[in-house]
Every structure is written in C-alpha cells, then in structure tokens.
Nanobody
Framework: QLQASGGGLVQAGGSLRLSCLAS????????MAWFRQAPGKDREFVAV????????RYSDSVKGRFTMSRDNAKNTVYLEMNSLKPEDTAAYYC????????????????????WGQGTLVTVSS
C-alpha cells in the first residue's frame, strides 16, 4: 500500500515536498515513481528512481526543478518541488514496480503494480 501526502496550495515560484509512505511490504528494492494528472488530461510521468546506485530520472517539464529521493529505512520516497509553475497543478501519484525495466518503459503508468491515492498540488499565478 502506498500513501501520498504533502500536496497543497502554493504560489508560483514556491516549493512543496511530497511524501509517499509504503506499507505492507518492503519497497526498498522496488522501482518508485511519481506521476501527475491534471483535470481532463492523461496521467503524466514526472520522475523515477530505479534503486541501487542509480540516480533519478525526470521528465523534461520538471528537470532542474524537482528532485526525487528515497529513504529506505522509512520506506518513504519524496518529491521535492521547487520553482513551481501554474502548469504543475495536478494530482500527484506515487507508484511502485518490482521489476527494473528500461527507462522508456518506466515512464508508462501501465508499468506499475501499486499506486498511491494521489495528493493535489495547486499552483496559483
């Protein structure tokens, strides 16, 4: 089970940190990702961590502004979001997959077996 939190209302240029707590199993070896979905749009890849010594990968729209990290001791992944823009407004979902696939496959929401409930981020202009 995944539980996302940390969303809220923030002005453009502000920051938020999202958290995703995993429970019921140990997700330390899982691929973890963040997606987002704006009203009327498809779910969009944001960031992924494949685990081990590998770093995170980001969509072009958030690269340089968002940072994904994980704390395996707390079974939690984070998404630090800086320089937020109105176009970042969406429900943000964390996801997990037990299988380490290539990054192009990991950018698809169909890859993931477990999903959090979503946390809403609203960025005002």
């Amino acid at each position: 089970q995944l539980q996302a939190s940390g969303g809220g209302l923030v002005q453009a240029g502000g920051s938020l940190r999202l958290s995703c707590l995993a429970s019921g199993r140990t997700f330390s070896t899982y691929v973890m990702a963040w997606f987002r979905q704006a009203p009327g749009k498809d779910r969009e890849f944001v960031a992924v961590l494949r685990g081990g010594s590998e770093g995170s990968r980001y969509s072009d729209s958030v690269k340089g502004r968002f940072t994904m990290s994980r704390d395996n001791a707390k079974n939690t992944v984070y998404l630090e979001m800086n320089s937020l823009k109105p176009e970042d407004t969406a429900a943000y979902y964390c996801a997990a997959s037990p299988t380490r696939k290539v990054y192009s496959v990991l950018a698809s929401p169909r890859t993931y077996d477990y999903w959090g409930q979503g946390t809403l981020v609203t960025v005002s202009s």
